[in-house]
């Protein structure tokens, strides 16, 4: 019989009759931890699959702590409006320094060919044509969905219509390349860079939000409020102008302006705009923070009473008004011709490098300073331009002396300089319409707003020049007219007012103010009569994007559509309130709404709410396989009441709206209380796609 002993004693007896195998044991087993150690350091380093694991948990854990000291200061959300607007600037910054350095060295090497005339023409025409060529073909083979402008499509996404392609990453990089070679164009191809840039905004806010999202617990920010407040920063890039890009994002951009987006987006400008204004002091550009188009004008009296009435007729139909109707008109034709023309749209697809490089060729031939060029200024850069036309002083007063270089851009003192405006805006008006059918990236509004500028500017120079009292008219400030034309005919084409701030924004004058929004507002009323499309709603239209703004412009008949015409012929699914566990199996199984109606009965429909597909799957379990029941349907589940019903009177546009402010809630269609079906927003976006190919 064997005795107990405790076990400090056994412990202490055992290390006493045999210490030396205690010792090999614990040394034994001291070798065998280090042997494991260092084969798991050296399988982690070999494994193919996971490789450097210790490295990148260190990693993780490094910006595990970094994401919890930047969010005890505040959310994290707000660094991403904060690097959305500076990598945004940075961009712009380093586009444009790209752009102006390409630019230069052409210029250069058109100097050096200068006296052999058909090596200047050679070099003036093959240039543009080769860059163009060089941009259509890299969107054709990277991304074909990089070309155009990408703010209609960017408009589309944010009505909540996925296209996941417009925000890839390759649809970014050729973007950004075919940018730089469309606007290493020049003057000659006469495109800018607001609208795609905006599209890159949009891609970069898409990536930003992921990694908000991957840094944050719960994810706080929707992807469509990323990509308003990126709107907003794109035109802030492109101008240093952040009021402006907020009001453009709430024009332009939403058709329905969320006031939680309303600080966010002036937050990321003015991140954007600070930053964008830096770059150019600590490049040299710049000695001090300031406008982009530093103006002059006098502030004390900057210009008569009697004036209003011009800047009134500069915006009505006398000019800017009217000229944009007739642009969007020539617009849409051209659309139309490559949409419908067999030939066109073949070559569009198969040969765009071909199209457009033969295009910029035509266009580059016709502004050869040798030839037609030398009327319109085509030495001149889109910046040049704009800044020679926002000059104070009158180009026909014969007090002014003329520098050397405004000799050269709008002809010399043989003739007046009105006449080289004309001509400047009779060829550009057709050039400018056939340059927006080029498959490649490009921005449109820079070249309407400085064609606006040129309206403005003809005006005020062609008073002076035809006035018998020169004296009376020596208050008159043509740069002024130029700034009020300017906001007045973008605004028209674009049918949005944020162009009469920009134009301040961007000169820093806000002694026109009351002339720009007044032009601005006239030329609107102008260019929209009749239901006439904006540039943008045209676009839409042409490529049958399913934008219901833009839609509603092609079929105006869409606005008075009910809604109850489109609702199917089939019963809509549904529970009684006395519901058993067999039709609420049998509905389950019939249907995947996560909203199921609950009605009084079957016999009268009379809608009473709605109930969740989760405690349906709920009440199904408690039920079992046994069919019994504890209760109705209304007793064991919580009947929601419904918080949006519509009559079937209600059109297609109150749907819309009202489904793009609740998302993913079901919109319930009810007559005198009784079920009549239901709208989705899935079910909308299908129906708003069957809309555009219709068109």
Known sequence: MSTL???????????????????????????????????????????????????????????????????????MEWYIYAALGILSAVLSFLMDLTVSKLLTAHQWLYSQLEGNNLLQFFCWTLYPAC???????????????????????????????????????????????????????????????????????????????????????????????????????????????????????????????????????????????????????????????????QTNFPTAFPFLPSEVLLFALLGNRLLCGAVSCLYLSLHRLMLQLISTNAGLINMLKTEKAVYSAVVAFFLASLTFPLFVGHHMASESTMKQLLSSLLEKAAWTSQSHNASWQLETHWGCSEHPVFLSLTVFLLMKLWMLALACTLPLPAGYFMPVFIYGAALGRLLAEGIIYISSHPQKLSSINPGGYALVGAAAFSGAVTHTLSPALLALELTGQLSHVVPALLATVLANGVARAGGRPSFYDAVSISKKLPHLPSLVMARPGLLSTQVGHLLGASKPVQLQKAAGPEEVRQVVNSSSETQIPVVDSHETPTLLGFVMRSQLLMFLRRCGNSQRVDGHLEKVCNIRPSSVVLCPQSTIQEVFSILSLAGDQIVFVTDRGRLLGRVTWSEMKRILEDLAKEI
């Open 131 to 293: 860059l163009c060529a060089i941009s259509a073909s890299l969107c054709h083979n990277i991304c074909p969905f990089s070309t155009g402008s990408g703010i209609p499509e960017v408009r589309t996404m944010l009505t909540g219509i996925q296209l996941p392609h417009y925000l890839s990453l390759t649809n970014m990089m050729a973007k950004f390349l075919g940018l730089i070679c469309t606007l290493a164009a020049g003057s000659t191809i006469f495109l800018g860079k607001v609208g795609p840039f905006v599209h890159l905004c949009t891609m970069m806010a898409s990536y930003l939000s992921k990694l908000c999202s991957l840094l944050q617990t719960t994810k706080k920010k929707a992807d469509g409020d990323m990509l308003v407040v990126a709107a907003a920063v794109g035109v802030t890039s492109c101008f240093g102008a952040p009021i402006s890009g907020v009001l453009f994002s709430m024009e332009v951009m939403s058709s329905h302006f969320a006031m939680r987006n309303y600080f966010p987006s002036f937050f990321s400008v003015a991140c954007g705009a600070l930053t964008f204004r830096l770059l150019s002091v600590l490049s040299g550009d710049e000695e001090t923070l300031q406008v982009l188009f």
């Open 5 to 75: 002993v405790p076990a400090h004693i056994s412990t202490a007896s055992f290390s006493m009759r045999f210490p030396d195998e205690t010792r090999q044991s614990a040394s034994h087993s001291r070798m065998q931890e280090r042997r494991n150690e260092k084969e798991s350091r050296t399988l982690l380093r070999v494994h193919p699959g996971k490789p450097h694991r210790r490295f990148r948990g260190f990693v993780k854990g490094c910006l595990l702590k970094l994401t919890c000291c930047l969010e005890r200061m505040c959310a």
